[in-house]
Structure formats: structure tokens, C-alpha cells
């Protein structure tokens, strides 16, 4: 028995032994397969980005919002750019190139540095329109499109290259599904490739990637924000965000390119942006459907669009036919010109004066107020004769008479005097006795003292034929006092 035992000894420790070399292969195996894996899996380089637009549509505000860059500088001809692109389910990072080409038309011989013919595969092209001046939006994208035609058909690449490009274009078209209905995974992991999923494919519609370029499209609308202020300033309504966004849909169409609203003011769809760059780019899993209800913030991936969606915002266009020409209804507002205040500088004080020198010298002559007095009236103005002061003038036996009837020749401070003379005379025709005048009281007190005795009133010829006696008794005193006092020789 002892021998068999021995027997069986060594053969049980070399079983032992092969069990463990069989886990350790088995483990290094496994090692060298993950790592393998992770190699073939790593996110590629030398992915392209190309975004054509108008100068100040915001493409380099744009790019650096999305690379979380806080600088705004603005270059001129092709500026590059990059995004940081990180996988986090397999913890890779990569860097995505982005070239931005000058609104000019005259640099756009530089695509030559950001495109060649290996590159293309690995390009996408963004058209960025902006919003805050729609009537440029139609014209911007079709002139951009065609640059980058040009640019491609330069790039002489074979027929048969460029056929498998379309044809991939087309099938990334048809196989678009609703984020609802695809399988749920991690955001950021890969979306399956066609053989692992293969699903029921649709025709493409007429009018649908008539002008496929070979590389994926996004339009990108920015300035979103200016959409209320052309609302308050241009009067625009619904009708025309609708008829633009039609538009710019039917466009998408012929490019099979995605659409999107942005607005760096706000921030808004910014995030989605990216998501959906890096989706296009990297086959990153995405899971946000289309937004078509905000006017502001439409987001329409390539694939979901159709003519008969685009039909429904034609119910709201009532002003004008969908067909009709896009600068027909979207319309430049006239120019405003800016009235700047002028600083107003004060003129020397000589040159002004020499102005209104020159100026009097043109003006005809006036007539001067002396030349157009009475030759009658005297040099110091007075219209009563020369006179002792404070002696009364009567130039006939009745003064009523003589106040009443001026002179016609005399001037208004005459007249003005025949009127006082005129209050006077009238209050002395209705109340007698009243004080006019120190003659008129002297007579007053004694046509009163009269009235006492007789009890009587006083008629106006009883005062006229008072005042005739008081004159005559002036009139003796004066002839009396202008007798000259004799001489010492008449003496």
C-alpha cells in the first residue's frame, strides 16, 4: 500500500502546479486583452473642426465660450482653437483642432492649412448665421456653403473616396432615431455602430443631402438674444421667426445638417452645442430630442427634419406664401444715421462784432425819431409855450373849450394832457367844489358858500362864469407885475 501512496503524492502536487500556471496565463491574458482594448478604444486625434461666418457673427466668441476660455481675442485670416474632449467612462482625454476662418472672402485660400484631402474624413463644418441681423442669414450661408464646395472639389479626391463619404453621409441621415427610443446608456459612452444595431432604414426624402458635401453639417444661429429686440425695434412678429426658421430648415435639408440656436449673452444651449459636437465627432452616445417650441432655443439634429415637419410652421405663415423670396419678406431696416451733439466753440468776441457790423451796414437806413416830430413842436419837447411856471394858459373865453379841443398838431404827451384835463372838468360838471386844482378850490369854497345861503345847486353856467371872473382877475395881476420898475436916469 505504501508504494501506491508514494504514487500518488507527486501526481497530486503537479496537478496542483499546472492549476496555478493555468490562473496566472489566465490573468496576464486578461491583462494584456483590457489594455489592448483600452489602445483600440482611445478617443482619435486630429479631428477637425471648420466654422465659416460673417465678421462679427460671433464664431470666435462662440469657440471660446465652449473652451471654457474667459479671453474674447479676435485674429484675422484662419485663427485656430482647440476643445478639451474627455471620456470619462474610459478616462481618455483628446484634443479636438478647431480652425475659424476671417469673414473676408479674400483669406479663404488659407483652407488649404486647416483641410486636405486625408483630413476631410475627420472634418466638421459649422455655418454660423447670425441672428441679430436676419436679412443676412439666407445670403451668409449659401455664399459659406459654396466656399467650402469650391475648397472640396480642389482637394481632387478620388470618386470612389468621395462616393463612400456621401453614401456614409446618407446612412447617418436614415439611421437617426428619437433619443426616447434608443438603447439607455452612459452620456458620455459611444453610441453602437451599425452592426451591432441594425434597425429598419428609411428613404430619404426629395430636396434631402441634394448637396452632400461628404462631412457631417451644423448650422449654429448665435445672438439669439436680439430676437426681442427686433420684436420691439423692427416690429417683428412670430410670422417672421417662423418664415426664418423655414428657411433656414429647408437649407439644413439639402446639407443634411443639424440646427441650433445659441445666444453667449445668455448662455443659452451652449452645453448643447458641445454635446452635440463632441456626438458628431466622437460617436458620443446623445440623448436630447428636438426642441422646436422656444423661437429662441430650437434644436434640430441632422436626421429628424422632413418636409411634412417643416409644413407645420407654414400653418402660421398667413402674411405670405412659404415660397416666397427671403429678402422679399425679411427686409434690411433702413439706416438710422446718429445725430452726435456737436461741441459748440465760442466765436472771438471781434469776429462777432465785425458780423454784426457788416450785417447793420447791409440793412437799409430808418428814419430817426426827431426827423419825424412836428416842425411846430419846440426843441425841449414841451408842447406849451414858454410861460411863467404854474400860470394857466387860456387861449379863448371859454377853457372848457380849450381843454376839450386839442391841438391837432401836438403829440401823444399833449393829448395825454387834454385827457387829465378832460377827468377834471368832468368831475367839476358833476360835483362842484371838488379840489382840482388850488384856483378850482378857491372857486369851489366860494360857489359853496352860495349854494349855503340860497339853498340852491349849482348849474354849469354858474361855474363857467366863476371861472371867467377868477381868469380876468389873474390876468390884471400879471399885466400889473410885468410893468418894468423905472430906471435911476428916468428917476
Not at 423661437?295 to 409644413?311: H, L, M, R
Not at 384835463?421 to 388850488?438: E, I, Y
Amino acid at each position: 500500500m505504501a508504494p501506491v501512496v508514494e504514487k500518488q503524492l507527486p501526481g497530486a502536487a503537479g496537478t496542483g502546479d499546472n492549476n496555478e500556471e493555468e490562473e496566472g496565463l489566465n490573468l496576464w491574458t486578461s491583462i494584456l486583452s483590457e489594455v489592448s482594448t483600452r489602445s483600440s478604444s482611445k478617443l482619435p486625434s486630429g479631428k477637425n473642426i471648420l466654422v465659416f461666418g460673417e465678421d462679427g457673427s460671433g464664431k470666435t466668441s462662440l469657440m471660446s465660450k465652449l473652451q471654457g476660455a474667459e479671453h474674447n481675442k479676435k485674429g484675422r485670416g484662419l485663427e485656430y482653437l482647440y476643445l478639451n474632449v474627455h471620456d470619462e467612462d474610459r478616462d481618455d482625454l483628446t484634443r479636438c483642432n478647431v480652425w475659424i476662418l476671417d469673414g473676408d472672402l479674400y483669406h479663404k485660400g488659407l483652407l488649404k492649412f486647416a483641410i486636405t484631402a486625408q483630413s476631410l474624413t475627420s472634418c466638421l463644418a459649422v455655418f454660423v448665421a447670425d441672428m441679430s441681423r436676419p436679412w443676412t442669414i439666407m445670403e451668409s450661408l449659401q455664399k459659406w456653403a459654396s466656399v467650402l464646395r469650391d475648397h472640396v472639389d480642389k482637394l481632387k479626391i478620388p470618386p470612389e473616396e468621395m462616393r463612400e463619404m456621401e453614401l456614409k453621409m446618407v446612412k447617418a441621415f436614415q439611421e437617426y432615431t428619437e433619443p426616447e427610443d434608443a438603447t439607455p446608456v452612459s452620456p458620455q459612452r459611444r453610441a453602437p455602430t451599425a452592426g451591432e444595431d441594425e434597425a429598419v432604414v428609411l428613404p430619404i426624402g426629395e430636396g434631402t443631402l441634394t448637396h452632400n458635401l461628404g462631412i457631417p453639417v451644423l448650422i449654429v444661429c448665435t445672438k439669439c438674444d436680439a430676437i426681442s429686440v427686433l420684436e420691439k425695434e423692427h416690429d417683428y412678429r412670430e410670422e417672421h421667426f417662423d418664415f426664418i426658421q423655414s428657411y433656414i430648415r429647408r437649407f439644413c435639408l439639402l446639407y443634411g445638417a443639424g440646427l441650433i440656436y445659441t445666444s453667449v449673452k445668455e448662455e443659452k444651449n451652449l452645453d448643447l452645442l458641445y454635446k452635440y459636437i463632441v456626438h458628431k465627432v466622437y460617436d458620443f452616445q446623445f440623448t436630447t430630442p428636438a426642441l422646436v417650441v422656444e423661437k429662441d432655443a430650437v434644436f434640430i439634429p441632422s436626421g429628424w427634419d422632413n418636409e411634412k415637419k417643416i409644413g407645420i410652421v407654414h400653418e402660421n405663415i398667413t402674411t405670405v406664401r412659404p415660397d416666397d423670396p427671403f429678402e422679399d419678406f425679411i427686409t434690411k431696416p433702413p439706416i438710422r444715421k446718429l445725430v452726435h451733439d456737436k461741441e459748440i466753440n465760442a466765436e472771438d468776441e471781434q469776429v462777432f462784432l465785425m458780423k454784426q457790423q457788416s450785417l447793420l451796414a447791409k440793412q437799409p437806413a430808418t428814419p430817426t425819431r426827431g426827423a419825424t416830430e412836428s416842425p411846430g413842436r419846440t426843441s425841449s419837447g414841451s408842447p406849451r409855450p414858454a410861460g411863467r411856471a404854474g400860470q394857466p394858459i387860456v387861449t379863448s373865453g371859454s377853457p372848457m373849450a380849450a381843454v376839450k379841443k386839442p391841438d391837432p398838431n401836438m403829440k401823444a404827451g399833449a393829448a395825454n394832457e387834454g385827457v387829465l384835463a378832460n377827468f377834471f372838468n368832468s368831475l367839476l360838471s358833476k360835483k362842484t367844489g371838488s379840489p382840482g386844482s388850488p384856483g378850482a378850490g378857491a372857486v369851489g369854497a366860494g360857489v359853496q358858500g352860495s349854494a349855503k345861503k340860497t339853498g340852491q345847486k349849482l348849474g354849469l353856467n354858474d361855474v363857467q362864469a366863476e371861472l371867467d371872473r377868477m381868469t380876468r382877475k389873474q390876468d390884471s395881476m400879471v399885466s400889473a407885475n410885468s410893468v418894468p420898475p423905472p430906471t435911476e436916469n428916468e428917476a
